[in-house]
């Protein structure tokens, strides 16, 4: 079982609220530093100081403003991995998956299954409203943006999944003894974490919904296949193909996209379609293909003992 994985590392409760605020410090704070530094440089050079995303993308440049903002969350995936390695004494392995190694044909499915998807979907809405779009391909900024964007969003996305279906739902899982309360409390956070992107501020707070549905998927995905590695593939495969495929000026990822997406931001039906419909005819394709059974005691059940663990070990050890 995923979240019992945590048993195989020091799980007090005061080392997660140590691991925390190491990770917040490096993720936030140490992650933060060259961005800001950079800013700070044009701003001494007589540029205004930005006060939004958009403003920071167009003093520093599309291409390095990603650049650096990805940064921040290497440090962030750093920080995690030292955390538990240091500080819970838990293999990496262990936090990804409750399988023997990580599986990454499960990866490369999950990233391939929606980045298809995602193409598709974007070249079919580019089809039916070219009005909404300008063809924004310039060779050498892209190349750079693809560049960035292979090395580092999957890190990015890494990170987010490493700390939020990772080290919180275990950590959260093993203190409550619910798996449900981790399932819930990371969704949670994962889309209260999106509250300042500048896509809330347009399209008013309906785009929660999205995010937070977002979040319950991936926590899913998590606890019914034992593992990350599912969510890591798809959360790569979306941040990655979104940033390479379309750009708005009021979106978080500024970038040198391939389209630039000037219709006017409303909040319509197309961003409850995932949540409602996209989501669960995924989690029906993966239930089928990983034989997926028993979604109540996974997704709402006792998390087990450590004495339980041990003995149901002992007992695979005999065999």
């Not at 995924?282 to 059940?301: H, Q």
Request: with cysteine; net charge negative; glycine share 10%.
């Amino acid at each position: 079982m995923y979240i019992e994985q945590g048993y195989k590392g020091n799980y007090e409760s005061w080392r997660y609220l140590i691991g925390i605020l190491i990770i917040f410090i490096g993720w936030q704070l140490l992650g933060s530093i060259p961005l800001l530094g950079v800013i700070t440089v044009k701003a001494i050079g007589g540029a205004t100081f930005p006060s939004d995303i958009a403003g920071m993308s167009k003093i520093v440049g599309s291409n390095l403003f990603l650049f650096l903002m990805l940064i921040s969350f290497v440090f962030g995936l750093l920080a995690t991995f030292l955390t538990v390695k240091y500080v819970h004494r838990q293999t990496i392995i262990s936090l990804t998956t409750s399988r023997e190694r990580i599986d990454w044909k499960r990866v490369f499915f999950a990233f391939a299954l929606w980045g298809t998807i995602t193409v598709l979907i974007t070249g079919v809405d580019i089809y039916l409203s070219p009005e909404d779009y300008v063809f924004n391909f310039k060779l050498m900024p892209f190349a750079i943006l693809c560049l960035i964007s292979i090395f580092l969003i999957p890190l990015q996305t890494s990170f987010e999944e490493y700390f939020m279906r990772g080290y919180l739902m275990q950590g959260i899982g093993l203190m409550s003894g619910k798996r449900w309360v981790p399932l819930v409390t990371t969704s949670m956070i994962f889309g209260l974490l999106h509250f300042f992107n500048p896509e809330v501020e347009k399209l008013g707070y309906g785009i929660m919904v999205y995010y937070i549905g977002t979040g319950f998927f991936l926590g899913i995905l998590t606890l019914m296949d034992e593992g990350l590695e599912l969510a890591i593939g798809f959360h790569a495969a979306n941040n990655l193909f979104t940033a390479l495929l379309v750009t708005a000026d009021w979106t978080a990822f500024q970038t040198e996209s391939l389209y630039r997406d000037i219709s006017e931001p409303e909040l319509g039906w197309d961003v409850f379609i995932p949540v409602l419909v996209i989501y669960p005819i995924l989690l029906y394709l993966f239930s089928k293909k990983y034989g997926w059974t028993n979604w109540k005691e996974r997704l709402a059940g006792d998390v087990q003992s450590i004495e339980t663990v041990q003995l149901a070990e002992e007992g695979e050890s005999k065999l």
